[in-house]
């Protein structure tokens, strides 16, 4: 059963005690949520790249080891990449923390029921691919803990599942050109832009 969190809430949470983390956001909603919460170029928005959201944030946490890395992503861009947690158990970087907002819906083609809405847990499939820590909120204490927890280093990746609300929000759409993402947050990070 799907709780009733507020997706734009819970995101808002995420980003309120981020530091310095760099956050690469999942396709679609995820990329609307973070942008309404405020956009800065510590954001890195994927755009056209279903399923690689945990990937990029794998070559990201590696080679920027110093810095956390939060990943906020849906349960359909996560079921795309499912291969890619295994290689992320794998390399087990310790500064890697994964969101999946799962409102068990894929909600840019029209709300069809996802696989998480049909039982798959994406927090166990990560545990058996060594996930360090790997479980599902569905309240607020649980998110408020996974807060607590998302901006400190750990034994390896960590991968968060939150249950929210099935809904539609009007869309907050950060920038869509990839050229000019990439730069700012190039820039962010203090290397060359050309």
Excluded at 128 to 149: K, L, M, P, W, Y
Aim: proline content about 5%.
């Amino acid at each position: 059963m799907v709780s009733g969190l507020d997706r734009r809430r819970v995101v808002e949470a995420l980003l309120a005690g981020r530091g310095d983390a760099l956050v690469v956001t999942g396709l679609g909603s995820p990329s609307y949520d973070v942008h309404a919460a405020g956009d800065v170029p510590a954001n890195y928005y994927l755009w056209g790249a279903m399923g690689s959201a945990s990937l990029v944030g794998l070559g990201l946490a590696q080679a920027q080891p110093g810095k956390p890395v939060l990943v906020i992503t849906g349960d359909g861009e996560q079921l795309m990449g499912l291969g890619g947690l295994a290689t992320i158990g794998i390399a087990a970087p310790d500064n890697l923390t994964i969101v999946v907002i799962d409102n068990g819906h894929f909600g840019e083609t029209g709300m069809q029921d996802s696989h998480t809405g049909l039982g798959i847990a994406l927090d166990r499939v990560a545990a058996a691919c060594n996930f360090a820590v790997a479980r599902t909120a569905s309240s607020q204490a649980d998110v408020d803990a996974i807060c607590a927890e998302a901006g400190r280093k750990a034994a390896g990746p960590r991968l968060f599942v939150i249950k929210v609300k099935a809904e539609n929000l009007p869309r907050s759409l950060p920038p869509r050109d990839a050229v000019f993402i990439k730069n700012r947050f190039r820039a962010h990070l203090g290397l060359a832009t050309a």
